[in-house]
């Protein structure tokens, strides 16, 4: 196993696609009932690119495994007070959970939020999701609130847990 991370880039589309799809089964991290395109997914990658927000992708001997981005925690263009925050997301295929990926990931990304002047950034959480939660407190983030039956998905209601972390 050799993991890297590079940028993403529109070859990528139809596997970041099938890894964002994982996740909408479950219903506890992609607040959709309905699957991504790779149309969907190819016009997200463009608007990333030309907003400057990072998208990157992890490989495992050249096969993509995962996919994380960040973008504007609120409108910042509309509310600039909000142009030093960001929300993240962080996807992995499940084959290559335990393998790093999301470390991996997550490092990079915090890097280049970083460089490019970023002081915090936000997880936005399903409350079942023990296991972002887990991954995420382990990497410094501290929950700052939770917004109870925020969201709807698969005939349950969903509670999202905000969390932090201080870039500075």
Do not use: K
């Not at 890097?111 to 915090?120: C, D, E, F, L």
């Amino acid at each position: 196993m050799t993991l890297s991370v590079r940028t993403a880039t529109e070859a990528d589309v139809g596997r970041n696609t099938d890894i964002f799809n994982l996740a909408i089964p479950g219903g506890d991290a992609e607040w959709t009932e309905r699957m991504h395109t790779d149309d969907e997914r190819l016009a997200w990658l463009r608007e990333r690119e030309a907003t400057g927000r990072p998208v990157l992708v992890a490989e495992d001997d050249g096969e993509v495994v995962g996919v994380a981005s960040y973008g504007d925690f609120r409108d910042s263009t509309l509310r600039e007070g909000f142009r030093f925050v960001c929300e993240h997301s962080v996807y992995v295929d499940d084959a290559a959970r335990g393998t790093g990926a999301a470390d991996l990931l997550m490092d990079e990304l915090e890097s280049v939020a970083r460089a490019n002047g970023i002081r915090q950034m936000v997880a936005t959480i399903d409350a079942f999701n023990d296991r972002s939660i887990r991954f995420h407190s382990r990497r410094g983030y501290v929950e700052v609130g939770r917004m109870p039956d925020i969201g709807y998905t698969f005939g349950t209601w969903r509670t999202m847990v905000l969390m932090q972390l201080d870039l500075g």
